[in-house]
């Protein structure tokens, strides 16, 4: 597709496609075709430690072979490589962007080669501290017929991008999003769970992405007896709940208090969210209690 010679336009100049230092042919960019992953690291008291490293980077290697992504990296090697770049920038706790990405064989059906990069910067809890607003997105979740909705793809954010764009125009802080069937699936980038009469409930995976933070979610319930039920809800079943949270790696796990123009009466300190957003810090900072709080 280009040589040593090939110009191409750039931010208002021609330069050699070459001299860029990025491969502006790659796939990634013209049709999203790569995965990525989000992991956190945490300054725990045995030093920083990246919460669920493995499982992420397993993640990272099914979102790959779901798109025909050649995935040739060891993830132990990987979760080396993790640590030695929180060492080299100074983070003990950081978010950290693992994104691989297609070479320029811009035939659609798979790639020839792949790249891997990986970032990390600090980060706070990705939509803050404050109990949060959320809409109803009218924009849908794809179907499972269309993409492969349980893995990272690149190119699917699109969707998630519209849905909390559009809330945040709204006046909102995030969206929630209906499956392809019309049932509450999760938030733009974090799985939903809800409070009824002392229980919880969350979608199935069927139509949503399987969050490692849901699971843990739901180890510390089994963990701390509470009941949780996975079923699909419906509007009615967040617009009528006691209260709701949201959990992800990025965002950990926040407390719902409004959904369009319901606001949630119970006071979230009371709720088992709050409970279980306890929990999660004592899990991911590896207290040295854990085993006995939990
Ligand atoms: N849903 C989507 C669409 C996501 O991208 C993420 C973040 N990876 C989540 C939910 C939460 O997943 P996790 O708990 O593994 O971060």
């Known amino acids: 597709y280009y ?4 110009l191409i336009y750039l931010d208002g100049s021609y330069v050699k496609a070459f001299a860029t230092g990025l491969d502006l042919y790659t796939q ?26 493995l499982e992420h980077f397993e993640r990272l290697e099914k979102s790959c072979d779901a798109i025909n992504i050649p995935y040739t990296w060891d993830n132990r090697e990987l979760i080396d490589r993790a640590y030695e770049l929180l060492s080299i920038n100074n983070l003990r ?12 064989n811009m035939h659609l059906t798979s790639s020839t080669e792949a790249r891997i990069m990986m970032a990390a910067w600090e980060w706070g809890p990705y939509l803050g501290q404050n109990l949060l607003k959320v809409e109803i997105s009218d924009i849908q979740r794809p179907s499972s017929k269309a993409f492969p909705i349980s893995s990272k793809i690149s190119g699917q954010y699109i969707n998630s991008i519209l849905a909390s764009s559009k809330a945040i ?18 938030a733009s980038s974090e799985n939903l769970f809800i409070e009824k009469d002392f229980k919880l409930y969350t979608p199935p995976i069927q139509n949503i992405f399987p969050g490692i933070t849901r699971k843990n979610v739901i180890l510390i319930c089994k963990k701390l007896g509470i009941e949780l039920i996975e079923k699909r809800l419906t509007v009615q079943d967040i617009h009528e709940a006691d209260s709701a949270f949201l959990s992800g790696t990025a965002a950990e796990i926040i407390g719902i208090k409004q959904v369009d123009h319901i606001i949630y009466k119970e006071d979230w300190e009371h709720t088992i969210g709050a409970s279980i957003q306890r929990r999660y810090k004592n899990l991911v900072l590896e207290n040295e209690n854990y085993e006995v709080i939990i």
Do not use: M, W
């Not at 995965?35 to 490293?53: D, M, Q, S, V, W």
């Not at 706790?93 to 320029?104: C, D, E, K, Q, T």
């Open 169 to 186: 125009k709204n006046g909102y802080d995030e969206a929630l999003l209906l499956d392809q069937d019309g049932y509450v699936a999760q």
């Open 93 to 104: 706790s950081a978010y950290i962007r693992p994104l691989v990405f297609s070479g320029s």
């Open 3 to 6: 040589d040593e010679n090939t």
């Open 28 to 53: 990634a960019l013209h049709y999203g075709y790569g995965a990525f992953e989000g992991l956190r690291a945490y300054n725990t008291h045995n030093g920083p430690r990246i919460f669920k490293a």
